[in-house]
């Protein structure tokens, strides 16, 4: 089953990334579950930016789930989160297009002051929407022929991103981004391989 699961624009700052807007579709979810799922993918979103160089794309496989990232030069940011099915290059394609019309809506001098409460970027939610479907990416995918000579590097998890040392166990106990809640959720689906989990 090709399905997407949430789409964020970020800002990375030399130490950190904060999210910009986020779009989610975790109907697939049960209801008591996608508070936590939402803010774990959030965390995952921010995790991932961080890890990734300035100019670089990458697709990382994470259990049942593929988190594609691309960072701009400009600092700007996507990350994608799909499952394995979905096409990495239509991934890629999307994530530039919608970091192109959001840099388009918002000038590079406002990122370091956006957050997701001030920030009104609508498109995002029928960007996720629409490319349910990814064969809706066709007509901008072969308008993308550069996408071809980008190097997309390929993840086995998420682990091999950190930093050296670094495990995401760690980093979830640590966060101050995740409620008790969502670390309970972790460390629950951690335990029971749950296929709601980003970590299965």
Request: charge should be neutral; glycine fraction near 4%; charged fraction near 25%.
């Amino acid at each position: 089953m090709v399905k997407l699961y949430a789409l964020t624009v970020l800002y990375k700052a030399p130490t950190s990334a904060s999210a910009l807007k986020c779009a989610y579709e975790v109907e697939s979810f049960s209801y008591f579950q996608r508070g936590s799922v939402k803010e774990f993918m959030g965390f995952v979103s921010k995790t991932i930016v961080e890890r990734t160089q300035i100019a670089a794309r990458q697709s990382v496989k994470e259990g049942e789930y593929m988190c594609h990232v691309y960072v701009r030069g400009d600092s700007l940011a996507g990350v994608l989160i799909s499952d394995h099915e979905y096409p990495n290059r239509v991934s890629h394609t999307l994530i530039t297009k919608v970091l192109d019309d959001f840099a388009g809506k918002y000038p590079p001098s406002s990122w370091g002051t956006l957050n997701e409460a001030t920030c009104d970027f609508p498109s995002i939610n029928m960007y996720l929407a629409k490319y349910q479907n990814p064969r809706e990416a066709d007509a901008l995918t072969k308008m993308q022929n550069d996408l071809d000579e980008t190097k997309i590097i390929l993840h086995n998890t998420l682990e091999a991103v950190l930093q050296r040392g670094e495990k995401i166990d760690d980093l979830v106990q640590k966060s101050e981004g995740l409620s008790l809640q969502s670390k309970a959720f972790y460390k629950t689906a951690r335990k029971t391989n749950s296929c709601c989990s980003l970590t299965a």
